[in-house]
């Protein structure tokens, strides 16, 4: 699905793949990545893509809820917070092919166990994020 129109473009470049650097374009973002020991690297002191990708998600899908919480007129507590994991294997059925699954925990401290759970599936719906991945990866949410 195309954009309407876009109202903001992130620009960032990487070298070196999983042992390089990514810095976005206006230098807010300077990082050394490292692959994990896990996936075959030395596990140094750098970030990796998987763990940028769960910042991004967790930190992007809050976003969404916020916005549902306002266009319901309902109070979302300051203290929400998502623990995002972000998992790489080897995909199934596919020989040589890797690929990610996504589970968030969410904490909405302060509200009825239903309503958030409510929320969460509205903000699923509209987040930028939980679109781009939609029927591409497994996304479990949760809320605890």
């Not at 929320?119 to 930028?128: K, M, S, T």
């Amino acid at each position: 699905m195309a954009l309407d129109k876009a109202l903001y473009t992130a620009h960032a470049t990487s070298t070196g793949g999983r042992t390089g650097s990514t810095e976005s374009s206006d230098g807010r973002i300077r990082l050394q990545l490292s692959t994990p020991k896990e996936l075959g690297g030395d596990g140094g002191p750098g970030t990796n893509p998987e763990q940028l990708f769960a910042a991004g998600y967790s930190a992007c899908f809050i976003g969404a809820m916020k916005a549902v919480a306002a266009s319901r007129k309902v109070r979302l507590p300051a203290e929400v917070s998502i623990r995002a994991e972000v998992a790489i294997g080897p995909m199934t059925g596919k020989p040589g092919a890797f690929g990610i699954a996504v589970a968030m925990a969410v904490s909405v401290p302060g509200m009825e166990r239903a309503e958030a759970e409510a929320l969460v599936a509205a903000a699923h719906e509209v987040c930028p994020y939980s679109n781009a991945t939609r029927g591409n990866i497994d996304v479990a949410l949760s809320v605890i």
